[in-house]
T-cell receptor
Framework: GAVVSQHPSRVICKSGTSVKIECRSL??????MFWYRQFPKQSLMLMATSNEGSKATYEQGVEKDKFLINHASLTLSTLTVTSAHPEDSSFYICSARDDIAGNTGELFFGEGSRLTVL | AQSVTQPDIHITVSEGASLELRCNYS??????LFWYVQSPGQGLQLLLKYFSGDTLVQGIKGFEAEFKRSQSSFNLRKPSVHWSDAAEYFCAVAGSGYALNFGKGTSLLVTP
């Protein structure tokens, strides 16, 4: 099946620093990828839709200047948490839609990245 | 907007007993529905999906789900639960642009 790889799986950083999380589709092309955030014991909340070659679309309430998304190729999207603060500590999960699979609606998820900001 | 509701936050079942996790959706047309499972600290694994056709969908690990339009439901079932099934279960519906909208999840505890 289609595989989505996220890196790093865990990251700890100091408050005020920036952290980059990568999301790669390993065996398929993904024009569209999605970034979700999950707080402990809560559901996944969509943060933004990442589109290859164009600007990301952010959900209401998500600061685009804080969560920078770059989708430079058909297999890679990156999420950069800028000037991270403890309240940004969360589990970030990316997902990707296979361009060739058609309009099935199925998304493939990465393993997630746990960010801890001290 | 497309949304799903999972009424049960926690469910406890005995190993070997049957399981049903509830999911109700809100969507005008025929929805694309999914069930995912998440173990602690892990990503999501797709159990099964419904797009159209047969309303009883078979998934992995012995799970099945039935789409009932009249009840706006897509409940997940398993005839006999194993201890390894303990996890968080999420129902989801495809929204605009193919992003998935997730329910709040149901935490399954399996007792010996």
């Amino acid at each position: 099946g289609a595989v989505v790889s996220q890196h790093p799986s865990r990251v700890i950083c100091k408050s005020g620093t920036s952290v980059k999380i990568e999301c790669r589709s390993l065996d398929f092309q993904a024009t569209t990828m999605f970034w979700y955030r999950q707080f402990p014991k809560q559901s996944l909340m969509l943060m933004a839709t990442s589109n290859e070659g164009s600007k990301a679309t952010y959900e209401q309430g998500v600061e685009k200047d804080k969560f920078l998304i770059n989708h430079a190729s058909l297999t890679l999207s990156t999420l950069t948490v800028t000037s991270a603060h403890p309240e940004d500590s969360s589990f970030y999960i990316c997902s990707a839609r296979d361009d060739i699979a058609g309009n099935t609606g199925e998304l493939f998820f990465g393993e997630g990245s746990r960010l801890t900001v001290l | 907007a497309q949304s799903v509701t999972q009424p049960d936050i926690h469910i406890t079942v005995s190993e070997g007993a049957s399981l049903e996790l509830r999911c109700n959706y809100s969507y005008g047309a025929t929805p694309y529905l999914f069930w995912y499972v998440q173990s602690p600290g892990q990503g999501l694994q797709l159990l099964l999906k419904y797009f159209s056709g047969d309303t009883l969908v078979q998934g992995i690990k012995g799970f099945e789900a039935e789409f009932k339009r009249s009840q706006s439901s897509f409940n997940l079932r398993k005839p006999s639960v194993h201890w390894s099934d303990a996890a968080e279960y999420f129902c989801a519906v495809a929204g605009s642009g193919y992003a998935l909208n997730f329910g709040k999840g149901t935490s399954l505890l399996v007792t010996p």
